[in-house]
């Protein structure tokens, strides 16, 4: 049941992000719900082989390289599918910020207790 809301809120805040940020578009809730799980596959899979690789930069960077690997994986969800669209780095770069602040919100009104 967590999971299910967490997938859902996390489709309301892509869906926020989108109809916030100038050049994303999402065609709805349910695109909105898809490419946010796409985009979690994504960070879970390839961005975390790129996280392994670029270890030693990241620490240099200080979380930089974390942060422009999951820009990317917003643009590699956004090549996949048809119902979500940005315009480019700089959109998928304010999407990832805004959603995660949108998220954190979203979780401390509807997310409960922590354990």
Same mark, same amino acid.
């Given at each position: 049941m967590k999971?299910?809301?967490?997938?859902?809120l996390m489709g309301l805040?892509?869906?926020i992000g989108a109809y916030i940020i100038p050049g994303v578009s999402v065609d709805g809730y349910l695109s909105a719900?898809? +490419? @946010?799980?796409?985009?979690?596959? *994504?960070?879970?899979? /390839?961005?975390? &082989?790129?996280?392994?690789?670029?270890?030693p930069l990241n620490i240099l960077t200080l979380g930089l390289i974390s942060f422009i690997i999951t820009v990317l994986m917003i643009l590699?969800?956004?090549?996949?599918?048809?119902?979500?669209?940005?315009?480019?780095?700089? +959109? @998928?770069a304010i999407l990832a910020? *805004?959603?995660?602040? /949108?998220?954190? &919100?979203l979780d401390s009104i509807f997310g409960g207790e922590k354990k």
């Amino acid at each position: 049941m967590k999971l299910i809301i967490e997938i859902l809120l996390m489709g309301l805040a892509m869906l926020i992000g989108a109809y916030i940020i100038p050049g994303v578009s999402v065609d709805g809730y349910l695109s909105a719900i898809i +490419a @946010a799980v796409l985009i979690a596959l *994504a960070n879970a899979t /390839i961005g975390l &082989i790129l996280r392994i690789f670029t270890f030693p930069l990241n620490i240099l960077t200080l979380g930089l390289i974390s942060f422009i690997i999951t820009v990317l994986m917003i643009l590699l969800v956004d090549n996949l599918m048809t119902g979500f669209n940005t315009t480019g780095f700089l +959109a @998928a770069a304010i999407l990832a910020i *805004a959603v995660s602040v /949108i998220k954190m &919100i979203l979780d401390s009104i509807f997310g409960g207790e922590k354990k």
